[in-house]
């Protein structure tokens, strides 16, 4: 997968402004105000709903599960390095489950057709459209297959990919941004966002996990 660089981030300016809009709630984005960028105004002032209950590690979670399955990856990383987040957010992180809603019956119509044809009906007895598990990148269904054998069927859900391949460019970009913050130099940002990139290529590959 490949990683662009900062410059090429601003085609993503949608996806940039969003997950700035997450830090921001949690009131983890202090530290962009620091750089020249053309959407800064937006970090300041805003604290959406009141936080003071919940702990900084409490909130950098929440802030990773509403970003999505890439940066849920990310935390599962940071969670297994307490030598450099620290104990609390390694603990922390370790509860991070996605919140996601299942595709909805024709978004997972439209994936099969994608993926086995416009026939794919033909090589199932019945589908389950109802949903066995949800996770953040697929979902499992019941099948049967024509001869009879039950089978799990598991389906990539729409559109992740793209998302996750443009999340990744977004991340390069803030890691070039937090090597250059002492604060945040010390986690190595650019080397976890190296580390990331082959395990979410890994996650989205479903045939590799087929072959295991």
């Known amino acids: 997968m490949k990683i662009t660089a900062i410059p090429q981030l601003y085609r993503n300016f949608k996806r940039w402004r969003e997950i700035l809009a997450v830090l921001r709630r949690y009131g983890l984005a202090d530290w962009l105000t620091h750089f020249r960028l053309p959407f800064r105004d937006a970090l300041k002032d805003r604290r959406g709903v009141p936080l003071s209950k919940y702990t900084r590690e409490q909130r950098v979670r929440m802030a990773l599960t509403d970003l999505g399955p890439t940066f849920i990856k990310l ?15 390694s603990e922390e992180l370790k509860q991070l489950r996605a919140n996601v809603a299942p595709d909805q019956t024709e978004q997972v119509r439209e994936t099969l057709r994608n993926e086995l044809g416009k026939g794919y009906e033909s090589h199932f007895q019945t589908i389950d459209f109802k949903p066995l598990a949800t996770a953040s990148i697929g979902q499992v269904h019941r099948a049967v297959l024509n001869d009879g054998s039950r089978v799990v069927l598991k389906v990539q859900r729409s559109g992740i990919e793209k998302k996750m391949q443009q ?9 070039q941004l937090a090597e250059r913050v002492d604060a945040l130099s010390v986690w190595g940002p650019g080397e976890m966002v190296r580390q990331l990139a082959p395990m979410i290529t890994r996650e989205l590959d479903f045939t590799r996990e087929r072959q295991n």
């Open 75 to 89: 935390g599962q990383i940071l969670a297994s390095r307490p030598d450099l987040v620290g104990p609390g957010l």
């Open 167 to 175: 999340d990744m460019e977004v991340l390069a970009g803030i890691a």
